[in-house]
């Protein structure tokens, strides 16, 4: 592909998501629906979608995007429920979706049908977790659907490769397949163990920020590839990896943790406006390889296989989340009690993605004895009709659907009393602490600094409860809110005066700079603060 198309394809991606932010519409499915368009539009390039730059250059780093900035220990604590999904769902879900296609498509040999369950078994949850995050669904439901989407695509691809063999001749046994899949999951958690620690180490021992986040930026590729080349889950490998460095984050220098932040922002926002624009560009190409099914016959199977995933999903979740329970005295004991309307959430969120339709691309054109692969062209517009469909019905309805089902909404009190909570006991031993520092006699100050340090952290231990406190009656801010917006009003006339300065030759460039890094690191803080 020219160096051309790939930026027109970025730039508009990007532009497209900025503007899905002042819409109630995801910015997925704007992205989507722009690609649909696009793809029969006249001049516009073909983007066709290769698995070869998909799974092993576009997938990892949105593994390990997702991967670090999940909860190690929000994870761990709903392994059960994360593992069914992942682990138990997909392969569910490939059997039965992929006999279905066998049972409704005419000539379709059931290995080739395995092939398409296994293909549109995983959602991807990229939107999904969107939509709960803005709608401030319970962290549990949340916390379940960012689990699933890390794990379940090692396994739709294991499953994927197991299904493939079958329908290309290699005449793979059951036993055979299962074991296949254990060492890809086993060996893809080993692979991670391995690198995790050493990677970690070196990232806190790189004295520059500049080293350690050019590591940062290789690590999901690094241990993707060294999974794969010895047979094992890339994606797994990537997982493990980045949820031990996540876990890890706060023994990293700060600086490295605030360029980091961004510059993965940044990646984020770009591969994943990308992707879902490219899943939309491919409408044009599938439609035209039908071949010899006409239209109407591969809407109509379309359809099948649409209904055959979302009913599956739920006839799945509804024993997985409730018999379990049912049978197990622990179980209810230590996981806290869930009615039907997580299930329905949940199941109702299963959108399928890229991932799917890279695999499909990859499918051969041929098998080992030389025929062409079995109605190959219909498993790739069945798959993207399925990944769209999910998208466009269920991405549309899933923030109507949260809202119809009343659930139980983050209350931002609690959090906010709970991290006030936090920040006094943190500032407590802070406070102890320094007070120990500063009666040596090493660490002599003058009392004003001295003073100042003090500020500092009862400015820190007081902040979260001014929100709690009453607000402005002239402007609707909180003490804390007025604190922050002051904050950034002198830091932006203090920077005014450090340019004028330059301007007037009387501080350097260099100096310029310098100065306003501190600032710039200064109203960064003052707008986390915000964020938050």
Not at 500 to 523: K, Q, S, W
Request: aromatic share 8%.
């Amino acid at each position: 592909m020219d160096a051309l198309p790939l930026v027109a394809l970025i730039a508009a991606s990007a532009v497209i998501a900025g503007a899905a932010r002042r819409t109630a519409v995801p910015a997925p499915l704007l992205l989507v629906a722009a690609g649909l368009i696009a793809s029969y539009v006249p001049g516009v390039p073909d983007y066709t979608l290769d698995p070869h730059i998909v799974l092993p250059l576009i997938l990892p780093p949105l593994l390990h995007i997702a991967a670090v900035d999940s909860s190690y220990l929000d994870l761990r604590a709903n392994i059960r429920p994360i593992a069914l999904l992942s682990f138990g769902y997909v392969l569910f879900a490939t059997v039965v979706v992929g006999y279905v296609a066998y049972l409704l498509v005419p000539d379709l040999p059931l290995p080739a049908a395995l092939v398409l369950g296994a293909v549109v078994a995983p959602p991807d949850a990229v939107a999904a977790t969107a939509i709960a995050r803005r709608l401030g669904l319970p962290n549990r439901i949340t916390t379940i659907l960012q689990g699933e989407s890390l794990v379940n695509d090692a396994t739709a691809i294991t499953a994927y490769r197991v299904a493939l063999a079958a329908a290309l001749g290699e005449g793979l046994s059951w036993a055979e397949g299962a074991w296949e899949f254990l060492l890809a999951s086993v060996g893809g958690i080993a692979v991670g163990l391995v690198l995790m620690v050493p990677i970690h180490w070196l990232r806190t021992h790189l004295k520059e920020a500049l080293l350690q986040n050019t590591l940062s930026l290789l690590i999901p590729f690094v241990a993707y590839a060294a999974a794969e080349q010895v047979g094992a889950s890339g994606v797994l490998a990537v997982v493990v990896v980045a949820l031990y460095l996540g876990h890890h984050s706060w023994q990293v220098d700060f600086a490295t943790r605030l360029q980091e932040e961004a510059v993965w922002r940044m990646v984020a926002f770009i591969l994943e406006s990308a992707v879902f624009a490219l899943i939309g560009l491919q409408l044009s190409y599938v439609v035209g390889k039908l071949g010899a099914y006409s239209m109407a016959e591969a809407a109509m199977y379309a359809a099948g296989v649409f209904v055959a995933v979302v009913v599956v999903r739920f006839i799945w979740l509804f024993p997985a989340t409730f018999l379990p329970r049912a049978l197990s005295k622990r179980i209810r004991e230590r996981e806290p009690s869930v009615t039907w309307k997580s299930p329905v959430i949940i199941g109702w969120a299963g959108m399928r993605g890229v991932v799917s339709l890279a695999i499909a691309f990859s499918i051969p054109l041929a098998t080992h004895s030389g025929e062409p692969f079995p109605a190959r062209n219909l498993v790739l517009f069945l798959t993207f009709t399925t990944v769209i469909g999910t998208l466009v019905v269920q991405g549309l309805t899933l923030p109507t659907l949260i809202r119809a089902l009343k659930l139980p909404q983050r209350d931002a009190q609690i959090s906010t009393l709970a991290e006030a909570q936090a920040q006094s006991e943190a500032s407590r031993a802070a406070d102890e602490r320094l007070e120990e520092l500063l009666a040596d006699e090493r660490n002599a100050l003058p009392g004003p600094l001295a003073d100042r340090l003090r500020a500092v952290l009862e400015r820190r231990r007081n902040s979260p409860w001014e929100r709690l406190g009453a607000v402005n009656p002239v402007t609707g801010e909180s003490a804390d809110d007025i604190y922050r917006r002051l904050s950034r009003e002198v830091i932006q006339t203090e920077r005014e005066v450090f340019v004028r300065l330059r301007d007037a030759r009387r501080i350097d460039d260099e100096m310029m700079r310098t100065l306003l890094r501190r600032l710039d690191l200064e109203e960064a803080a003052a707008y986390r603060e915000g964020a938050e």
